[in-house]
């Protein structure tokens, strides 16, 4: 119970109380003294004026302060007071953790204290010293978590514990998946508050004795001594369990998933700036390889994290030099009724400086991570366009498709981009179809389909790509407007030999056309399967390797142009 008479000092405090008098107004810090056997203490003034306390002599200083500490941090410093006050084990004590001020925020503090022994050995004197660490190079603003400076100075700690004991552990980078939309759908604010949501369920899955750090952006790191794989793994299983529940701020949820980066120490390396790139490695390859998973770090790995980022670099040096080592290809998209070209699918080609082809798949992700998609899909526009003028002399209805990412969708100059380069090469609005490639993540219909509004008022036409792979493929028929749906290769690969796919397919055709939009079925490779999806489908438009691979301009023009 608090104990709020006024409490008279012991004769031992009050022996001391004179130095203790001295040092309380020649610093800052704050300052306890304990007498053991009583358990009073008297504490310095500014405690009683920075947190919620009643006077400056107390006893049973615990029930004030135990309140105070942030409930993750508890366990730990109940477990070192106990050793002191208790066990008398530890005679000593240094602990970093969150105490809460009277304004109710946490602010992280450093405790230290001695006991003092008396001259038969028994405890008298417990005293010590308490000073806040200097919040912003301390601290994470938003989270109040340690942040990257405090993280660096705890893995040097656990390194050279390692280094004396012999026993490693786990560095875990843990980064959440689609942070950005919380903050792009919301606002700052929410996002922040999401933040401070995920870095408690982090804390109520670790276990207490363990530090949750904040680093840049949304990654949190845990320094995790003598974990293994199964120990990482469960935690990580535990992880996802938890945000598999939606986060709800003000009354809106929100889902978020998280990928992380782990590597052993001292197994992958034995210093701290190696060790920290190869958990940000990890994690990076963690969200390359699809994210919502757990990379653990090993050489192989890092090694094609390193050629990701030398992919980047090239990248960016062909970006400034005019997009050179780009190319278009062509791919002819055909009537499905009569099999008549009606135009063709532009797509992305890089050549690397030794002239070797690098696959969209591989570039289309960094493009986009790094936001080069922006300059290059203008410049791909532009191409495409230039194509489609010169086609459109040999058949004059040719229509180009070009794949746009939601980056894009989002750039407010794009829109500008288009109209202007309409105007320059004298294409009509007609002539062009935007395909957009990354409808599964779109996360707020009604912005996209604004912006595809103001395209389709132009007389651009509108594609959604790749339906059937994304997991809300349904709910983006229901509400994305547009005038064609790609139905993807991996619905119709298997329509010949399962009749449910077909059915499958039929009926996605039959909602499209419901809703006044056109069929375009993509990666037909058999004329079987053509003549099912001709025949019993009803599609509007095929495009598969049966009529036609992608082909640089001129192969294109020699095999679909004559
Ligand atoms: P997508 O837009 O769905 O393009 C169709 C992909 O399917 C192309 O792969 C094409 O070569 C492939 N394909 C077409 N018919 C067949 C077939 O019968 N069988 C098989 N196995 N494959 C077929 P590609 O060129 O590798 O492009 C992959 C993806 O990269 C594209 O999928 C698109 O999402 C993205 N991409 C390509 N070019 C661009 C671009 O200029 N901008 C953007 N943002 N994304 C692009
Ligand atoms: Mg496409
Ligand atoms: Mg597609």
Known sequence: MRNTNKVPFTPLLKRH????????????????????????????????????????????????????????????????????????????????????????????????????????????????????????????????????????????????????TGEGGAIIFVGLDNFKFVNETANRIVGDEFLRRVAAIIENILPPMLTLYKMDG????????????????????????????????????????????TVFYPDSGKDYLILQKYAEAALDMAKKGGKNNNCLFNKEVYNRWLRSIALRDSLFESVESNCAGFELYFQPQVNAKNQELVGAEALLRWFNAKGKMVAPMEIIPTLEETKLILPVGKWIFEEAVKVCRKWRRINENFKVSVNMSYDQVKDSS???????????????????????TESRIVADWHFVNREFDEFRRLGIKIAMD?????????????NLSCDIVKIDRAFVREIEISDF???????????????????????????????LLADKVGADYIQGYLFGRPEAVGSFEEKFLR
């Open 17 to 164: 109380k004179f130095i203790f008098d001295l040092l309380k107004n020649s610093t800052d810090a704050y300052l306890y003294c304990t007498d053991v056997k009583t358990r009073t203490t008297m504490i310095s003034p500014n405690i009683v004026r920075d947190f919620d306390f009643p006077a400056e002599v107390v006893t049973n200083l615990n029930d004030y302060w135990l309140p105070l500490v942030h409930p993750h941090d508890r366990p730990a410093y109940s477990a070192m007071i106990n050793s002191i006050l208790e066990k008398h084990t530890v005679h000593e004590f240094a602990l970093e953790y969150r105490l809460k001020t009277k304004k109710g925020d946490y602010v992280w503090i450093r405790g230290r204290g001695r006991l003092g022994l008396s001259r038969d050995g028994e405890p008298e004197l417990f005293a010590g010293i308490i000073t806040r660490m200097a919040g912003r190079n301390q601290a994470d603003e938003v989270t109040g978590l340690l942040n990257k400076y405090r993280f660096e100075h705890g893995l040097r700690m656990a390194l050279r514990t390692s280094g004396i």
């Open 218 to 261: 949304d990654v949190f790191a845990v320094i995790y001594p003598e974990a293994n794989e199964t120990v990482v793994g469960e935690f990580f299983n535990d992880l996802q369990r938890s945000l598999a529940q939606p986060i709800e701020i003000s009354g809106r949820p929100y889902f978020c998933t998280a990928s992380a980066g």
């Open 414 to 436: 794009f829109r500008e981009y288009v109209i202007n380069c309409l105007n320059r090469w004298q294409v009509p609005p007609e002539a062009v179809v935007l395909e957009l």
């Open 466 to 478: 790749d339906f059937g792979t994304g997991y809300s493929s349904l709910a983006m028929l229901k």
């Open 501 to 531: 796919d077909l059915l499958l397919v039929k009926y996605a055709v039959d909602l499209c056309h419901r809703k006044g939009m056109r069929t375009c079925i993509e990666g037909v490779e058999e004329e079987s399967a053509y003549r």
